[in-house]
């Protein structure tokens, strides 16, 4: 008989090893600060042996809000509507929160028939990126990050403090990087190493340029691919990867299935795909 329950900080480790297998390249770090988002909102069912056979999380952010990702079901038991019982179980997890995806499109069908709306799509640009030193940007710092969260809470249209705080301090494989002009933060980005080469996310500046330099410092010491997930509402970014040529590749449709407003800063990339 299955079972539905609430997934452990070493579970969450697992789940993120079956996304590498989904091939959806998540850091080599993640778990630790996807669970200080919410540590009730990670979900998974188990067999009959206690094994974990499927996932989904279900993050809490405000108390108006919350993210659902990670939703996946091991090959062998797809079919059998399990993925479809722990759904149910984990969005009550959200009680009257409005619940944002990013919905993968062979998904999208049933995210609709569960009353999610489609608001945009979210493109993930790869290329390569040389690294270049600028003197205007520094790691950051403990005092920056309130800023930090709510400049991105202001592009992305939602503060998402429990999940950014331990992302932006950083860890060994995740860096933030903040660039400033005449003492003003004008845009900053983390990048964080993956089972292949790296992501930049989020990414928030006032400009194109200011995202390029932002970029080619970051990618100091990066040899491999590079990769960014872009809105479309972001249309200064859109355009600068075409104008790079770098990849457009794996897409994912933003739904909503409650009333939001997402905001359209023409500068930024989403933190990550799982929680927003």
Avoid at 235 to 246: D, H, P
Wanted: aromatic content about 10%.
């Amino acid at each position: 008989m299955t079972r539905y329950r609430t997934a452990t900080l070493n579970e969450l480790s697992l789940i993120l090893d079956w996304a590498v297998d989904e091939g959806w390249n998540p850091g080599l770090d993640d778990a630790d600060a996807f669970f200080a988002a919410d540590p009730a909102g990670f979900f998974e069912a188990v067999d009959e042996q206690d094994h974990p056979i499927a996932s989904i999380s279900v993050v809490n952010h405000t108390d108006d809000f919350a993210f659902l990702g990670l939703y996946i079901v091991r090959k062998e038991f797809r079919g059998r509507g399990i993925g479809l019982r722990l759904w149910r179980h984990a969005l009550q997890h959200a009680g009257s929160r409005t619940v944002g995806l990013d919905g993968v499109e062979a998904q999208q069908e049933n995210y609709r028939a569960s009353g999610f709306t489609y608001t945009g799509a979210t493109t993930r640009f790869t290329g390569h990126l040389s690294g270049q030193f600028d003197q205007s940007i520094r790691t950051a710092l403990p005092d920056d990050i309130p800023i930090l969260i709510q400049m991105e809470g202001a592009a992305s249209g939602v503060s998402k403090a429990n999940y950014l705080r331990p992302w932006l301090i950083g860890s060994d494989n995740r860096t933030t990087f903040v660039k400033y002009d005449q003492g003003t933060i004008v845009g900053f980005c983390t990048i964080r190493s993956c089972q292949t080469g790296a992501k930049i996310g989020p990414l928030v500046a006032t400009n194109v340029d200011v995202a390029r330099e932002l970029m080619a410092h970051a990618a100091t010491g990066i040899s491999g691919p590079i990769s960014m997930d872009v809105p479309n509402a972001s249309t200064a970014l859109t355009e600068m990867y075409r104008t790079m040529e770098w990849q457009p590749g794996f897409q994912t449709a933003r739904m909503y299935n409650g009333m939001f407003d997402r905001a359209a800063h023409k500068c930024f990339a989403v933190t990550s795909l799982e929680l927003g």
